[in-house]
């Protein structure tokens, strides 16, 4: 835009020259049969002035719009801090936050499979409660059948706290191809809430008593 504007301001200056060479000129001049009438050059110079500053005016209104089409959402991450039943946290930016972001993060600590896909996802509220409901690959349920019993926990929790906390909600349910997501040691087919490795591991023993 910025360059188009100043082709016209440049051939505004050529005009204007050349109408100061031609100042002797009055009235009209002829172009065939139609008579075109004169422009001021100081005229031209004026508008075509006012034509450029119009133009610096608009532009940081929109690049202040690109910059907010483009903004990124700053997420909370939960993953194992190395060998305990415990979770490290940390910040992460994404361009959204969806289900995929989150995976995409969490893949970067292991906690999910490369190959892990989303394939469903939903929010509600019942009750006063946000609920959500995470139905993910198969890839997710054969990756867990791999872990130790410590580390699934680990990876459960970190999942489960991850999509809690960045949607600000009260429960969710983690199913693989529609199905309750099953492990080598446990069906999850209960609400999980904001829980550690440790209390998953707690109540699978509970479970198996």
Not at 30 to 51: H, R, T
Not at 64 to 72: G, I, M, R, V
Not at 127 to 132: K, R
């Amino acid at each position: 835009m910025k360059k188009r504007k100043m082709g016209v301001f440049t051939a505004a200056i050529a005009i204007m020259l050349l109408a100061a060479c031609s100042a002797g000129t009055k009235g009209t001049a002829a172009s065939g049969e139609m008579a075109v009438p004169e422009v001021s050059s100081q005229d031209l110079l004026v508008n075509s002035l006012e034509y450029l500053l119009e133009d610096e005016e608009e532009a940081p209104v929109e690049e202040e719009q690109a910059e907010n089409d483009t903004a990124a959402v700053t997420v909370a991450v939960y993953y194992g801090d190395g060998g305990s039943l415990m979770l490290d946290q940390e910040t992460a930016e994404v361009e959204a936050l969806t289900p995929e972001s989150l995976l995409e993060v969490l893949l970067k600590h292991n906690i999910v499979s490369l190959d892990t896909q989303v394939l469903a996802f939903e929010q509600q509220d019942q009750e006063g409660a946000t609920i959500l409901y995470l139905d993910l690959s198969d890839a997710a349920g054969e990756y867990l059948k791999t872990m130790s019993a410590e580390a699934e926990s680990i990876i459960v929790a970190a999942l489960a706290d991850t999509f809690l906390d960045n949607y600000d909600a009260d429960g969710i349910y983690i199913t693989v191809e529609g199905s309750p997501l099953t492990t080598s040691h446990r069906v999850y087919d209960q609400m999980i809430t904001v829980c550690t490795p440790e209390e998953l591991m707690d109540a699978v023993a509970a479970e198996n008593e």
